[in-house]
Nanobody
Framework: QVQLVESGGGLVQSGGSLRLSCTAP????????IAWFRQAPGKEREEVIC???????PYPDSVKGRFTASRDNAKNTVYLQMNNLKSEDTAVYYC?????????????????WGQGTLVTVSS
């Protein structure tokens, strides 16, 4: 039903920063909560952070440790700002959503995912 697209991954040195983007052409992301997940090779998928819809939430930005999720509704984009990256952050990062939910938290199982973007942190 909805195709999410992640971008912004790449190779970064330990201590560096990256900003990932999640978009969905033709679909208004502002109405829905968006969760960022990551999965490293051989490890379980884990949720990184969740950000609620900005509808009814003037300041939906979410901060979790070194990571911050935010929205730019004019660009129909959800961001994941990652600072002070460490080797343990190396993983494929995904954004996902549930069309029935506008607020976090989101359930573990979600129907709508992007293809993922790879973040590799070198030492």
């Amino acid at each position: 039903q909805v195709q999410l697209v992640e971008s912004g991954g790449g190779l970064v040195q330990s201590g560096g920063s990256l900003r990932l983007s999640c978009t969905a052409p033709g679909f208004t992301l502002d109405y829905y909560a968006i969760a960022w997940f990551r999965q490293a090779p051989g490890k379980e998928r884990e949720e990184v952070i969740c950000i609620s819809s900005s509808v009814g939430n003037p300041y939906p930005d979410s901060v979790k440790g070194r990571f911050t999720a935010s929205r730019d509704n004019a660009k129909n984009t959800v961001y994941l700002q990652m600072n002070n990256l460490k080797s343990e952050d190396t993983a494929v990062y995904y954004c996902a959503t549930d069309l029935n939910r506008s607020n976090c938290p989101l359930p573990t199982y979600l129907d709508h995912w992007g293809q993922g973007t790879l973040v590799t942190v070198s030492s």
